[in-house]
């Protein structure tokens, strides 16, 4: 195995952007119902939508929370149900409720072909995401960064990140706090912005909804249409 001096640095830090090979593997509807682990089926109104604007998404979505009905999951519910209005298929990972270990740092991923060496719940996220033309981010804000669930999950989009850096996704965030400062989102904003730059995302929107600890603070407020809206936007 390789030590930390072995590695190539150059898909961590390399300046360059990665040709615009973009594969739009699933951009029609009839694609999104050929892949065998999508969440939902799509209906023939879904259909019909999407080929009236010929743009339907396979839309991977990625929760960071372990209340499965907490402030995030309004928003993700929210911003699915906009999606799938629109004809995008989306297909969401509770990150808190999949087996995940954090990434071990071996680097056995890169002398054995981009495999990882631990057998679990990414084996069917990460080609999802590889197929992908958009994720989407849910967490709640834990010590003003993303959830260490969902965290776990990026780390571990290590063993590809060189096919990742070659696939530019469309990108959306939605974000829950309990405070009210106008800087608490400051970190976990500078965070994503990174990522946007080097993976490379190319931004939607971000959700940001501030105020809401428990479910009842966000159920009164505008966040849970906004979120359905961008959803129903991208
Ligand atoms: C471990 C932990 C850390 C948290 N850190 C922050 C924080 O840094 N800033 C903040 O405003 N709220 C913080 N919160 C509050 C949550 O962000 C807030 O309750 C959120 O709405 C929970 O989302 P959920 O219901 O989707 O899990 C924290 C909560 C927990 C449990």
């Known amino acids: 195995m390789a030590d930390m001096n072995d590695v190539n640095q150059d898909t961590f830090d390399k300046d360059e952007q990665p040709a615009l090979t973009r594969r739009y593997l699933l951009k029609m509807a009839g694609g999104a119902l050929a892949f065998g682990s999508a969440s939902r089926l799509l209906s023939p109104a879904d259909i019909l939508a999407a080929d009236a ?42 990150a808190a409720f999949e087996k995940i270990g954090p990434c ?74 309990g405070s009210n400062t106008d800087w608490n989102m400051d970190a976990i904003m500078a965070h994503y912005k990174v990522l946007l730059r080097y993976l490379p995302w190319e931004d939607q929107e971000v959700v940001l909804a501030r105020h809401v600890l428990v479910r009842k603070d966000i159920e009164g407020t505008n966040f849970p249409a906004d979120a359905r809206a961008l959803g129903a936007r991208v």
């Open 53 to 94: 604007e010929g743009k339907a998404m396979k839309i991977v979505m990625l929760t960071g929370s372990p209340h499965r009905r907490g402030t995030s999951a309004l928003l993700a519910d929210e911003f699915i149900a906009g999606a799938s209005a629109k004809g995008h298929n989306v297909i969401r990972f509770d």
């Open 104 to 177: 071990r740092a071996c680097y056995y991923c890169d002398e054995h072909n981009g495999e990882c060496i631990q057998k679990d719940a990414m084996q069917k996220i990460l080609p999802e995401i590889l197929s992908a033309d958009m994720i989407v981010l849910v967490t709640p804000l834990y010590y003003y960064l993303m959830t260490a669930q969902l965290k776990i999950v990026l780390d571990r989009l290590l063993s590809q990140r060189a096919a990742l850096r070659k696939h530019p996704m469309k990108s959306a965030m939605l974000v829950t706090c």
